[in-house]
Structures are given as C-alpha cells and as structure tokens.
C-alpha cells in the first residue's frame, strides 16, 4: 500500500537545484508527507516531513501542492554525496509503506 | 539526532539455524518499532509492526512462525528468523518511532547471509 508514485531515477548536474516529484492522489487528510533517502546497504535517512505548508530545513524545501495530490522534494544544490534513492511517503496510520523511491544520479 | 542501532550489521548462517537481529533506540523510548526487508535494488518491504508489551502485527505474506519479533522493552525490538534458508537472505532494517515526537528514525541495517 505505497500510496505514492514517484520517477524511478533522475540526474542531476553537481550544484545545481533538483526538484523530485511525488504524486499521492490518495492522500487523506491526516496524512503526513514524509521524505527519506537511503544510500547503498544503509538505513534510510530522514530528509524532511510536511502536512501542508512548505517546510523547509538545512537538506532540503517541501513544497506541498494545495490540493496535497502532489508534493517535491527540492534540494536547492547537489552534491555528490546526494546521490541516493529518495522516497516519499505518507504516514496517517502507523505503518509507513515505502514506494518504489526515485534513483537520484548527481553528475560532477 | 535520534539514534536507531541494530545489531549485528551483517551475519553469515548455515541452512536450518536461526538468526536473531537486535535493534534499539538509543536515546528515546519507542512505542512503536517496524521491520523491512530490503533485496538487492529494491525498495523496502514492511514485514510487522511491533509495540511495546503486545504481539506483533504481521503484513500479508509474511510467516509470523518464520520471523518472530519480540518487543519486551521500549527500547528494544528482536527479530529472529527461525530456520533460515537462502531464500531469506536479505537486508533486514529496523525503524522506531519516538513517543513523545512520533517522529520516525531507522537502524543501519542488518545483511543475513544463509549459506
């Protein structure tokens, strides 16, 4: 029950900003938005969470579409170490269900 | 930040034994604790949830005989996985979440090799 669809991979040049979409048409309206990034053979990693503002934190921007069908991940300048699978998740109940996640490739 | 531990972070078994996976908050107590299995360039899979002093609720598909899940205390979750064959060789991650925050933090992860 993934909820969310998502690009499966996507570049981007080193130091330039990169805008990541989520689409979750399903979202109900206690459903937090949730982003996390895992590198290889590690734990995922939190990013940032909304619910329906923009959020913005030292990794990245949550912009948060006014209906909420929709959601992007924005960091505003990549690195190589950025480069990881990104995933966006919705959590109104206690279960969070990842999705297939989108493949970020940062290009030097 | 909130620390999620797991233990140990890659173990290598025969067919037939069984493997135990610890994994504990380290600086908060977590009502709630949840196991993933992750194979190779996939996304994470929910196998249960586990809260504190209750049983473990299992996702469909998953065999609760096969993977036992203990959570005795508020900062420790123990996954087994009895009988281990090939097949269950895998990337076993642990999540909790915080009590007092709800917030979600994950352990490094955990590589089960059955020979």
């Known amino acids: 029950d993934a909820k969310t669809t998502q690009p499966n991979s996507m570049e981007s040049n080193e130091e330039e900003p990169v805008h990541l979409p989520c689409n979750h048409s399903t979202i109900s309206g206690t459903d937090y938005i949730h982003w996390y990034r895992q590198l290889p053979s590690q734990g995922p990693e939190y990013v940032i969470h909304g619910l329906t503002s923009n959020v913005n934190n030292r990794m990245a921007s949550l912009a948060i579409a006014e209906d909420r069908k929709s959601s992007t991940l924005i960091l505003h300048r990549a690195t190589l170490r950025d480069a990881a699978v990104y995933y966006c998740?919705?959590?109104?109940?206690?279960?969070?269900?990842f999705g297939t996640g989108t493949s970020l490739t940062v290009i030097p | 930040g909130a620390v999620v531990s797991q233990h140990p972070s890659r173990v290598i078994c025969k067919s037939g034994t069984s493997v135990k996976i610890e994994c504990r908050s380290l600086?908060?107590?977590?009502?709630?604790m949840f196991w993933y299995r992750q194979f190779p360039k996939k996304s994470l899979m929910l196998m249960a949830t586990?809260?504190?002093?209750?049983?473990?609720?299992?996702e469909q598909g998953v065999e609760k005989d096969k993977f036992l899940i203990n959570h005795a205390s508020l900062t420790l979750s123990t996954l087994t996985v009895t009988s281990a064959h090939p097949e269950d060789s895998s990337f076993y991650i642990c999540?909790?979440?915080?009590?007092?925050?709800?917030?979600?933090?994950f352990g490094e992860g955990s590589r089960l090799t059955v020979l």
């Open positions: 998740i919705l959590s109104g109940g206690n279960q969070f269900y």
């Open positions: 999540s909790a979440r915080d009590g007092n925050t709800g917030e979600l933090f």
């Open positions: 586990s809260n504190e002093g209750s049983k473990a609720t299992y």
């Open positions: 600086d908060f107590q977590a009502t709630t």
